[in-house]
């Protein structure tokens, strides 16, 4: 099995060499480089083509949320990002994600669930917990407009019902064993929905598939019966 190829963003070396060791142990994980600050994101990543950068979002010079918008507005595949925060749910955190990065964990995060969050990254899974995802939104409701509803009502206008029911279930943080059992469908034609709402949508995954579809109001209508 080929490693997954993973860069470490953080300003404090003591961090960065703690991130280090720990994920130097596992087999399956390669560090191909490490940066001290957002502003040198860029160039490593086309240096060392890593699968997944794990971004501190508090840096002095250039932040994590800016580097991940560099990044992200690149306009190539590039690698999933997953950024470091010592807060739950704020607005940087936020920021991120709609950005395009793939989750977020928390500093004090036992060492065992980071390595599960690079990995289902690298794998192309969601990163965030029901719970977590829900504790996101409540805080994305309280930063709403409705200038942003009615975006991304516009946005979502353009799929279909299945897709909305997919993006919907994306948005209540199910993986998609657990969205092809509530939707009886398979797990191969979930990935299908996920990938053509991605594409029509022009968005990198399936956190700002969350989002979007909260801000569009969508697990809403879910709640009240609706889609």
Do not use: C, W
Request: no cysteine; glycine share 8%.
């Amino acid at each position: 099995m080929t490693a997954i190829r993973l860069l470490l963003v953080d300003d404090d070396p003591l961090v960065r060499a703690g991130l280090s060791f720990m994920m130097g142990g596992a087999a399956d994980i390669e560090i191909v480089g490490e940066a001290a600050d957002g502003s040198e994101v860029e160039e490593l990543v086309d240096r060392v083509h890593p699968d997944v950068v794990l971004m501190d979002i508090r840096m002095p010079s250039v932040d994590g949320l800016t580097a991940t918008e560099r990044l992200r507005a690149r306009g190539d595949a590039g690698p999933q990002i997953v950024v470091l925060t010592t807060f739950h749910a704020d607005e940087q955190v936020l920021r991120a994600l709609r950005a395009g990065a793939a989750g977020f964990v928390l500093k004090d995060t036992p060492p065992a669930e980071i390595l599960d969050a690079v990995r289902r990254v690298a794998a192309g899974d969601p990163v965030l917990s029901p719970a977590v995802t829900r504790q996101l939104m409540e805080h994305a409701a309280g930063t709403a407009t409705d200038t942003r509803r009615a975006r991304a009502r516009e946005r979502v206008a353009a799929l279909g019902d299945r897709e909305r029911e997919v993006a919907v279930a994306v948005g209540q943080g199910l993986a998609n064993a657990e969205i092809a059992t509530g939707l009886f469908m398979s797990v191969a034609t979930v990935k299908t929905h996920v990938s053509r709402i991605l594409a029509k949508l022009d968005l990198n995954n399936r956190v700002q598939i969350a989002l979007l579809a909260y801000d569009a109001g969508l697990l809403e209508e879910d709640g009240e019966g609706g889609h």
